[in-house]
């Protein structure tokens, strides 16, 4: 059947195997039998050269890689940094880079197996969502409907080159100095011979351990995180090795270049002293340097630009925590016992979850507080609507390295006081670290932000989008104030008292509303005990 064929390379390929077994036959001298029929002999010459052809290698599949969409509303987020570099064999669910969006940090994983081809982004770049972040080439069976998610495969023209040029940008030159022997007098060595010069050590730019509160200080230092060296666990860069490397790069010009005329001034560099860069920009004239905002930043400038269309309500309260501190320090002293101690459960309560527990009840009887606003109408409807929600997902600012983040405590109603203690814990620790997950980010109804943990006693809270109200809490504080128990009225009391700064959507929240829902939170707050009563 393979004589039906017309094939060039086929007709080629019969040719040089019939002319290499003749030769074969002549030169060993072998009787050939009679001849049987024409056909025989055709058959048996094609049948033995046989082993002569060759099947081509399996083809690799080389596939852009899509950045998937990690969040409700991404449309781009920052490569923090990679994990592979072009030529790194990667297994499948292997990390490949780490990114932040939406003010979490998200690792990918690689689906497939295989080589590394190609980063099309850099460390401190943008990808797009839905756009090819890495080319893989792909070993192995792969799903269908996997490569359907990919972009098309480039041309093996094209790719092949790539994958040359960065095997050969992988490997590093090394130039050999001459060896200068000590035992040879200085004056006898050639002019030539220049002492060994230290090749600088190159960058990585891919996989550079750091938290991303680290990868903040060097944005703020101007420090280049790859030049840094690591001191910490599997060489991670700490925040010490940052500080170092920015005091011996300014003291490295200084020591080189002393200026005799002016006086340096003298300042004791201690604890809440100025640095010298901080020194430096005092003097001379006026400097305006433009800074690139973070991923923080840019989130929090369009978040507070769309809550500008909101106009805002403020309302101010004095509440009396008197009771609540007495109650805490009751039930922070149970918890210190090693009966009630125990594993996932706060070792100490502040006074965060009081208040939260104490808004999610006010929400039942004031659900106006938890929806949220449909400009563009609902149901086909073009009408502005309120979308009234049944759970109470809370959220709480935290000041963490980043900058302000708001994780969710998602169904406050059905937790108790523990059970938010736990939550928050959780959630600064994963804050602090920069972890959290989009999920921990989305799906607010109201927000309490506790600005009083670093200062301040009144505060004008911004309402977001998706919200109708927000609670800031001030600073809590002791004053004298008149006694409120039955025949000691004019008795002057110590009191720890703290303000609550309410704002609120006044397209959808009356004032008189708001005041309502703010003197239920003011009682349940002053009298604790009331919450024995809505345990669920």
Excluded at 61 to 66: F, G, S, Y
Excluded at 219 to 247: A, C, N
Aim: net charge neutral.
């Amino acid at each position: 059947m393979f004589l039906k064929h017309s094939s060039r390379a086929l007709r080629r390929q019969w040719r040089d195997s019939s002319r290499t077994l003749g030769q074969q036959l002549s030169a060993s001298a072998i009787i050939l039998r009679p001849s049987p029929p024409a056909a025989a002999p055709q058959c048996q010459l094609f049948q033995t050269p046989r082993a002569l052809f060759h099947a081509t290698r399996n083809l690799q599949v080389i596939k852009p890689v899509l950045l998937a969409d990690i969040g409700e509303g991404i449309v781009e987020c920052e490569i923090v940094q990679w994990f592979v570099e072009p030529g790194a064999r990667v297994e499948e669910f292997s990390p490949l880079c780490e990114v932040q969006s939406d003010k979490a940090s998200v690792e990918i994983t690689s689906r497939f197996a295989g080589v590394v081809k190609k980063l099309h982004y850099d460390a401190g770049d943008f990808a797009k969502v839905g756009k090819p972040f890495v080319d893989i080439d792909i070993d192995g069976d792969a799903k269908t409907e996997d490569l359907e998610a990919l972009t098309p495969a480039e041309p093996t023209s094209e790719t092949a080159p790539s994958g040359q040029a960065a095997k050969s940008e992988a490997v590093p030159v090394h130039t050999t100095a001459p060896e200068l022997r000590s035992d040879v007098p200085a004056s006898t060595l050639p002019e030539t011979v220049a002492p060994t010069a230290v090749a600088p050590e190159r960058k990585n730019t891919h996989a550079t351990f750091a938290t991303p509160a680290v990868r903040h200080l060097c944005k703020e230092l101007k420090v280049d995180i790859s030049e840094v060296p690591g001191t910490g666990k599997d060489g991670r860069v700490m925040k010490e090795d940052v500080y170092k490397f920015s005091q011996s790069r300014v003291s490295a010009p200084a020591a080189q270049a002393p200026s005799p005329s002016t006086p340096a001034p003298n300042v004791a560099f201690g604890a809440g002293a100025l640095s010298s860069p901080e020194l430096l920009g005092t003097l001379g004239p006026q400097k305006e340097t433009p800074m690139v905002m973070t991923r923080t930043q840019e989130m929090m400038f369009k978040t507070m630009t769309r809550s500008l269309n909101i106009p805002h309500f403020l309302y101010a309260d004095e509440i009396d925590f008197t009771s609540l501190v007495e109650l805490r320090r009751r039930l922070n002293k149970v918890l210190a016992s090693p009966v009630m101690g125990g594993d996932g459960q706060a070792s100490k309560l502040s006074y965060l979850p009081f208040i939260i527990k104490a808004v999610s009840m006010a929400l039942y009887k004031y659900p106006i507080l938890n929806a949220r606003v449909d400009v563009n109408g609902s149901n086909g409807s073009s009408k502005p609507t309120v979308v009234h929600r049944s759970q109470h997902n809370i959220g709480v600012a935290m000041d963490t390295p980043q900058g302000l983040l708001v994780p969710v405590i998602k169904n406050v109603g059905s937790l108790n006081i523990l059970g938010i203690a736990a939550e928050l814990y959780r959630l600064q620790k994963l804050a602090t670290a920069g972890k959290l997950s989009p999920q921990d980010m989305n799906g607010g109804t109201i927000t309490v932000s506790n600005i009083g943990s670093i200062g301040g006693t009144y505060l004008s809270p911004v309402v977001v989008e998706k919200e109708v109200a927000i609670l800031g809490v001030g600073r809590m504080r002791s004053v004298p104030a008149f006694s409120t128990a039955p025949g000691e009225e004019n008795k002057v009391v110590r009191k720890e008292v703290c303000n609550f700064s309410w704002s609120a959507d006044h397209r959808v929240v009356d004032g008189a509303t708001l005041a309502r829902a703010a003197d239920v939170v003011r009682t349940i707050v002053e009298e604790p005990d009331v919450m024995v009563m809505h345990l669920r």
